[in-house]
């Protein structure tokens, strides 16, 4: 019985052959042993029978013979007999290509009445690109520009078509020579002038030429493997194919790493053995190996950089710096399912972010005042909105305004402290010669939350401690910091007072429009024995209407930056005022200087001046002295 062939169960067919379980089912040998299939899944049989009897169908080659030793098997006869077949076999029959082209051919002999070969790259049918191909082109009426629509760079290169299909790029200098070789070798006119808008024709990649994968695949991929085929026939050992397989998967892997955090080396590994095939693996110059493929795509793309896994058995991974760190990379490795995902779209979110907080820049810094009120142009969009959209989710308000405004306070004070304790790529790189060296205060990041809040608790309290641990925190600048702002703005004070005598004059001070004083004692030391060696000091309070038109009375303050604590010594000579003598006020009645001063502001003013008079004065106590 061993020596004879195994007949299929159920085998009643009078043209169907007989099988040898012991040998490949699909090629009936057994050369390869190696390469045989041990006990394969019972779902790998179901689909082996299917393309079979499918490309049988289609009379495709020598699977009609195959169909005929299949026809009566079933996944159950197969799984019986533990049925063989070899990696490669299996690998040709379901290659979904040539699937594709069995059908064409099929549908072109159905059509035409006659099987003609079909060339790899080229679409049978009525389009543009086989009209103005050499085949159909008549001598008497020459192919000009204007035979084709012009090219659309937000489309396939080839097919022109906007079917929701991902678009790749061509990045590289190799890649615009591989596909300017494969339209000259298709020769057909309307690609060559797709092509030819190109200063010169291998420079696909600036003009952002953008292309279907299977688009490639059938112009340029297999084009080039019908070259590298025929070269070998005329005695050319130029690897076409080899080289074709190879830019394909640069293309994907730069696309890949573009989007994604990390691309394993096994993964890798089977998409390039899956484009060579069979036949190119045999033929591989150098001998395929792991090694070799990782160094080509490394000198293709500089900027990838490989790591190792925490388990040292798996293969190493291949990543972009700029879309992920290696520590997100190792994180992202160990995580599974949706939470791999989940970690993915955050760490693109902090980057996405992390960029906006390194490019920002706000307006020109105003050297009057030091600002310590915050709004939402304090911070980049990207940051308050995520902050926000944290806190409350895309909603754009609450139910009242008074909530709202609170999650609006909320996220922008959460910004500003995000972005006072960001640190730069530089900082986060550089290696401090002592393991106690802290970060330098970010000047450059100060924002109005950690000056305002530095300001007012250090004016209230005047606590070291509590501002310290604030500024630990990263809530508000240091203490030092906030001595030296402080020290800056009284500066600028008595800078203010020099060139008024001693006096301070507010810079909001506005000529010709009516001021309003309020005036009150400062007194010390009241209650001595003889009265002597007490203080009376006067503090005057001046008031003026907001955005009165007129020249300033005062210039405008001058705040830089204090590099000690010590305030610029000035002394204003106090100077003897005698007891004033007693007399009685002269009636007049220009009590104010009207120069300058519209009629409308001094009757308004009046009216507020006797208005406040007469509230003061007690009932019965208005009668006729008043004059008028």
Request: glycine share 6%; aromatic share 6%.
């Amino acid at each position: 019985m061993s020596d004879k062939p195994q007949v299929a169960e159920g085998a009643t067919s009078q043209g169907q052959e007989s099988i040898n379980w012991k040998q490949c089912i699909l090629c009936q040998s057994d050369a390869d042993k190696k390469e045989l299939v041990q006990h394969p899944r019972i779902d790998s049989y179901q689909r082996l029978l299917n393309i079979v009897e499918e490309r049988a169908s289609v009379h495709d080659g020598n699977y009609v013979e195959v169909q005929r030793r299949l026809q009566s098997c079933t996944k159950n006869t197969l799984c019986t007999h533990q049925a063989l077949y070899h990696r490669s076999c299996y690998a040709d029959a379901t290659n979904k290509d040539q699937i594709q082209r069995a059908r064409d051919r099929h549908a072109h002999a159905l059509a035409t009445g006659h099987h003609t070969a079909k060339k790899r790259g080229q679409k049978r049918g009525s389009t543009e690109m086989d009209e103005s191909g050499p085949s159909t082109s008549s001598p008497a009426t020459p192919f000009t520009r204007s035979h084709t629509s012009p090219l659309d760079k937000e489309r396939c290169f080839f097919c022109q078509k906007d079917d929701g299909e991902q678009l790749y790029q061509v990045r590289t200098v190799n890649a615009g020579q591989c596909l300017k070789e494969a339209v000259e070798r298709s020769k057909n006119d309307t690609l060559i002038t797709r092509l030819n808008t190109c200063i010169a024709p291998g420079d696909a990649h600036l003009i952002d030429v953008q292309y279907h994968n299977i688009c490639w695949t059938k112009h340029v991929f297999h084009g080039q493997r019908e070259a590298s085929t025929s070269g070998r026939r005329t005695g050319h050992n130029e690897p076409l194919l080899q080289r074709a397989s190879l830019l394909e998967l640069i293309n994907l892997i730069d696309v890949q790493t573009q989007n994604q955090a990390y691309l394993p080396m096994e993964h890798i590994e089977t998409t390039y053995v899956n484009m060579l095939g069979t036949e190119g693996l045999d033929n591989h110059v150098p001998t395929f190996n792991r090694k070799w493929l990782k160094e080509k795509i490394i000198n293709a793309l500089p900027h990838l950089e490989s790591c190792l896994q925490i388990d040292r058995r798996k293969s190493a991974v291949l990543y972009s710096p700029k879309a992920c760190e290696e520590s997100m990379v190792h994180s992202a490795m160990e995580s599974h399912g949706d939470e791999e995902y989940n970690m993915q779209t955050i760490y693109r979110a902090a980057q996405v972010i992390r960029k906006s907080i390194a490019n920002f820049t706000k307006a020109t810094k105003d050297t009057n005042a030091i600002d310590v009120t915050s709004d939402i142009h304090d911070v980049p969009a990207e940051l308050y909105t995520a902050i926000r959209w944290i806190m409350m989710g895309p909603a754009d308000s609450l139910k009242t305004k008074k909530r709202t405004k609170a999650v609006d306070r909320a996220a922008l004070t959460v910004s500003q402290n995000i972005m006072y304790g960001f640190k730069s790529n530089r900082q986060v790189k550089y290696k401090p010669t002592r393991e106690t060296a802290a970060f330098r205060p970010p000047h450059a990041r100060e924002n109005p939350q950690v000056l305002g809040l530095a300001l007012t608790v250090h004016h209230d309290t005047r606590n070291k401690m509590l501002m310290d641990l604030l500024s630990a925190h990263d809530y508000c600048v240091p203490y030092g910091r906030t001595l030296l702002m402080e020290t800056a703005l009284a500066n600028a004070v008595v800078q203010n007072t020099r060139e008024f005598q001693g006096l301070y004059v507010p810079p909001f001070l506005k000529k010709g429009a009516f001021v309003f004083f309020a005036v009150d004692n400062v007194d010390f030391s009241e209650d001595t024995a003889d009265g002597k060696g007490t203080t009376h000091g006067t503090i005057t309070a001046v008031y003026q209407k907001a955005d009165v038109p007129g020249e300033p009375v005062a210039p405008p303050f001058r705040i830089g930056d204090a590099h000690s604590l010590s305030v610029t010594p000035y002394h204003a000579d106090i100077l003897h005022c005698d007891k004033p003598k007693p007399h009685v006020a002269k009636r007049s009645d220009h009590f104010v200087a009207s120069n300058g001063i519209s009629g409308s502001y001094q009757l308004t003013q009046l009216g507020w001046i006797v208005d406040t008079a007469l509230s003061r004065m007690e009932a019965g106590e208005a009668s006729s002295n008043i004059p008028g």
